[in-house]
């Protein structure tokens, strides 16, 4: 089962249940609100797929999410990133954990926007965990009972900005700097998230391409240790972390200029597609 969000009339927020057989609509309900319900809202979305009927007509993709509580990203969390990060990169015991901002938040099909005429724009493709209930100090082994489902965000990343003095923050908070989408599988399509391909593309060029069995940490591991410290509540996402192949590390950098097209994809989740524009 499949949870995304539709622009319905007049520019509201249609939440879709997608199954094997077609699609079924629960109004304005918010994803976020059937999150917060838990065991009921799952129960509203069972219904709803039951009913689901051959795919209408729906108005473009949005953001699954508006405006999560928390977004939690993992960096360096793939042994072919590590791989190619220049010295004097050295991996930390533990993952190595960030926030972005959720203003930064842009659906399917709408533009990620340089700032400046010489930014050092990147992309990264995540694997995105959706917290499904209240989460505090949970053993690794209970972890993925407290997920609601997976999505992918491209954690967009201004490179010049995020090196000077380490601005993590400003340089992946950007607006639009976080494309997220195009749907949330719940975990009945996809109970075990350790052995997915994942990618990025420019322009149709494969920049990225790897699995989630390289990741350092993993999905349960990240989950306990930031519960540990930070409670997760309902409709918090958590990231994975980005396989190498990004244009930083490249000879010569390869950063994202206006007319490009990324896409970034997950097996089983699907491909988020964005344009890329000037913003300045």
């Not at 340089?114 to 690794?140: N, Q, W």
């Not at 490179?159 to 009945?188: E, H, M, S, W, Y």
Request: hydrophobic fraction near 40%.
């Amino acid at each position: 089962m499949r949870v995304a969000v539709h622009e319905g009339a007049g520019g509201t927020r249609e939440t879709i249940v997608e199954t094997a057989d077609g699609s079924a609509s629960l109004g304005q309900v918010p994803v976020e609100t059937l999150i917060a319900e838990g065991e009921a809202g799952l129960e509203r979305l069972r219904a709803a797929a039951a009913d689901a009927a051959a795919d209408s007509d729906r108005g473009r993709v949005l953001a699954p999410l508006l405006h999560p509580g928390k977004q939690i990203f993992v960096g360096v969390n793939y042994e072919d990133h590590v791989a190619e990060l220049p010295p004097p990169w050295k991996m930390t015991e533990d993952p190595f954990i960030f926030s972005k901002l959720s203003t930064a938040i842009v659906g399917p099909g709408e533009a990620i926007f340089l700032p400046e005429e010489d930014s050092s724009v990147d992309y990264e493709v995540e694997m995105i965990a959706v917290i499904g209930k209240r989460t505090s100090k949970v053993a690794a082994e209970d972890a993925l009972d407290h997920v609601f489902g997976w999505t992918i965000a491209n954690d967009v990343t201004e490179r010049a900005i995020q090196a000077t003095d380490n601005q993590l923050t400003l340089g992946k908070g950007v607006d639009t700097f976080c494309p997220l989408g195009p749907v949330i599988v719940l975990r009945d399509e996809i109970p075990n998230p350790d052995n997915l391909d994942i990618w990025t593309k420019v322009n149709d060029e494969v920049r990225q391409s790897s699995n989630t069995s390289k990741l350092i940490f993993s999905v349960e591991e990240i989950i306990e240790r930031v519960s540990h410290l930070i409670t997760l509540e309902p409709g918090d996402t958590v990231s994975t972390g980005t396989p190498g192949g990004c244009g930083a590390y490249k000879t010569p950098p390869q950063y994202l200029r206006p007319g490009d097209v990324v896409t970034v994809g997950v097996q089983g989740i699907g491909e988020l597609t964005n344009p890329v524009q000037a913003g300045w």
